[in-house]
């Protein structure tokens, strides 16, 4: 069994910045890839953000140029810097993470989700 345990998230203006991080413990080998998904009142869920085991990202549209995702294996812990922040980056957002609890079996894991609130 794997926890995702998300932190960061929080009340700033428009044009300010927030950090994200989420952590994974519990059985683990190791970790493939790491992404970050948001879902606002509404809507659905939607992909952010991904970095792979050796840090390839990749982005969402909307947020390019202004979020920055990275990692740090040694800490099994990823995160998403946002800066340039918009009202409409209001979200829940969410950590998923692929773990390899053993060399061969994997399975996908999501935190708890935190809020990000952005006033105009």
């Known amino acids: 069994q794997v926890q995702l345990v998300e932190s960061g998230g929080g009340l700033v203006q428009a044009g300010g910045s927030l950090r994200l991080s989420c952590t994974a413990s519990g059985s683990i080998f190791s970790i493939g890839s790491m992404g970050w998904y948001r879902q606002a009142p509404g809507k659905q869920r939607e992909f952010v953000a991904t970095?792979?085991?050796?840090?390839?990202?990749k982005y969402q549209d909307s947020v390019k140029g202004r979020f920055t995702i990275s990692r740090d294996n040694a800490k099994n812990t990823v995160y998403l810097q946002m800066s340039s922040l918009k009202p409409e980056d209001t979200a829940v957002y969410y950590c998923n993470a692929l773990v390899f609890e053993t060399r061969y079996v994997h399975n996908d894991y999501w935190g708890q989700g935190t809020q990000v609130t952005v006033s105009s």
């Open positions: 970095i792979t085991s050796i840090s390839s990202t």
